[in-house]
């Protein structure tokens, strides 16, 4: 869906968020899911929830709100890399899905975590709760999660202020012409396909450094060390794609060629480093390939 609403005077100053709940019947909780994966925009461009709005704003929203609920604990496998009392540290497979959402209400990482954790349900929003940074559900690694409330409230403020470092392993179509490089072009969701993101002027700002680690010749393809410096959706796979080296697998954004036997996008989280949000401590995590991107890795050698 593509719908424009005008803002009108009765509504001016109020935060975008209240405002569309206001225009569109939607709960605020649907509506800033809706901002976070932006798909509200304002006279063109991504906002954030708290921004304030003028009369004759145009607001525009480009999905509808997937329903909000509260999950459910269930009894999800979930691999569990460090814990205290503020913070988990998950290893995430492939295909789990981190939290509930239109066509899979159950089954994903929250509801396992809501069973081992039960007092999550009470740290941050409630539709997703203790998440403060996501993994597309096709790629694998490492996830943080904030047990208390004042935990939460440090991580979201750590990767608004970019002091969480988050690493990746990608293998892409070609090898990039620089051995290192930054992609610095603003994300947002595309207008032709809105479950897809795009580059997009007035999209939010994104930043993705690479380095090749390693070439292969048959295949053309290359291992590569990719850090967010930014955390959009989809941000390496789009920044990838953009430079028309598309992560092997990946159906989205032309990453599907011969060559290259794999069920799912070359893409894991593998490192993950942050300062503790109580005490402060630096805390680092690592996590090898799984079996699957490993095998891909032993055919390119053999």
Request: charged share 25%.
């Amino acid at each position: 869906m593509t719908e424009s609403l005008v803002v009108p005077a009765a509504l001016a100053g109020e935060r975008v968020d209240r405002a569309v709940a206001l225009l569109t019947g939607w709960s605020r909780a649907e509506v800033q899911v809706l901002i976070d994966d932006a798909a509200v925009l304002v006279d063109g461009r991504q906002v954030i929830k708290s921004r304030r709005l003028v009369e004759g704003d145009v607001v525009e929203l480009l999905a509808e709100p997937e329903p909000v609920g509260f999950p459910h604990a269930q009894p999800i496998p979930v691999v569990v890399v460090s814990e205290d009392a503020d913070v988990i540290v998950v290893d995430k497979p492939a295909g789990l899905i981190v939290h509930p959402g239109a066509g899979h209400p159950d089954g994903t990482l929250v509801n396992g975590l809501l069973e081992r954790y039960p007092e999550l349900a009470d740290v941050g929003d409630p539709a997703r709760p203790g998440i403060v940074h996501r993994l597309d559900a096709n790629t694998s690694g490492l996830l943080a999660v904030a047990r208390t409330q004042i935990a939460y409230d440090a991580l979201v403020s750590a990767l608004a202020a970019r002091t969480v470092d988050r690493g990746y392993q990608a293998l892409v179509w070609g090898t990039p012409e620089s051995g290192s490089g930054l992609v610095d072009a603003p994300i947002g969701r595309s207008v032709r396909r809105p479950t897809r993101m795009a580059i997009r002027e007035g999209g939010r700002q994104a930043r993705t450094r690479y380095a090749v680690e390693r070439s292969y010749d048959d295949p053309d393809v290359s291992l590569l060390q990719c850090t967010l410096e930014t955390g959009r959706t989809h941000q390496i796979r789009v920044h990838l794609a953009a430079i028309h080296h598309p992560v092997v697998g990946d159906p989205a954004y032309g990453g599907i060629r011969s060559g290259v036997d794999i069920a799912r996008p070359f893409l894991h989280a593998a490192t993950l480093a942050f300062a503790h949000p109580v005490t402060g401590e630096p805390q680092r995590f690592a996590s090898e390939l799984p079996p699957d991107l490993v095998r891909v890795l032993d055919q390119l050698d053999g």
